[in-house]
């Protein structure tokens, strides 16, 4: 147990870019992390994602390439590749009212909603349902940076890699995924880490926030 508090689990995380290799995350902080993923929300719970969990040295060392080299990549002992679907079909929203009658109950209101929502989904252009679908992946990652943040994981979110590059080396376009965004978990080298002394910088209350009353 810890009387830290969530703001003070978020001040002590940062995005760490020296990790020790020596230091692997124990299996254990990465299954809670990877357990608040999928309890993560998303857009009428269709969760249009995968999460695709890398150790494998070889695998992480040529994403590494295509991520211009990013060493936590290598360096830290998990990677989370967060894959979207590449569109919404009628096929996989049936898979979510499956699930949905299996916990529920086949009541009508469940098959009502999730058909008015292939009606709107399923015509529309491929790419804005990829957008969409990206977009709940975005939420999901941001669940696991608190998650590992509380189970004092460093983590360290990335758009910078080629996508096209890291579908190929996962073989994501074949399951009908792409990649959006990386996630490596490890611990931070203290000693080696330039920002880690720098103080957190972000904008004061009043510049981002705008209450309406």
């Known amino acids: 147990m810890t009387n830290k508090t969530l703001n003070d689990h978020l001040n002590w995380r940062y995005a760490t870019k020296k990790m020790d290799p020596s230091k692997p995350v124990p299996q254990d902080k990465v299954n809670a992390i990877i357990e608040a993923v999928r309890m993560a929300p998303t857009s009428s719970g269709t969760q249009p994602f995968e999460l695709i969990v890398v150790t494998n040295s070889d695998v992480r060392s040529q994403i590494s390439e295509a991520a211009s080299g990013q060493a936590q990549i290598t360096d830290g002992s998990h990677l989370l590749v967060f894959a979207a679907w590449d569109d919404y079909t009628a096929e996989r929203i049936d898979e979510v009212v499956g699930l949905n009658v299996a916990a529920r109950g086949d009541l009508p209101l469940i098959h009502g909603y999730y058909d008015k929502l292939k009606a709107n989904y399923v015509p529309r252009e491929t790419e804005v349902n990829y957008a969409h679908a990206a977009r709940q992946a975005y939420i999901a990652l941001g669940i696991a940076l ?44 203290a000693a080696g880490d330039w920002l880690l002394p720098m103080g957190k910088v972000r904008k004061p209350r009043d510049a981002i926030v705008t209450q309406i009353s």
């Open 146 to 189: 608190v998650a590992a943040a509380e189970q004092e994981v460093d983590s360290t979110p990335m758009e910078g890699f080629d996508p096209a590059a890291v579908d190929e080396i996962l073989d994501l376009r074949k399951r009908g995924l792409r990649s959006v965004v990386l996630m490596p978990l490890g611990h931070r080298d």
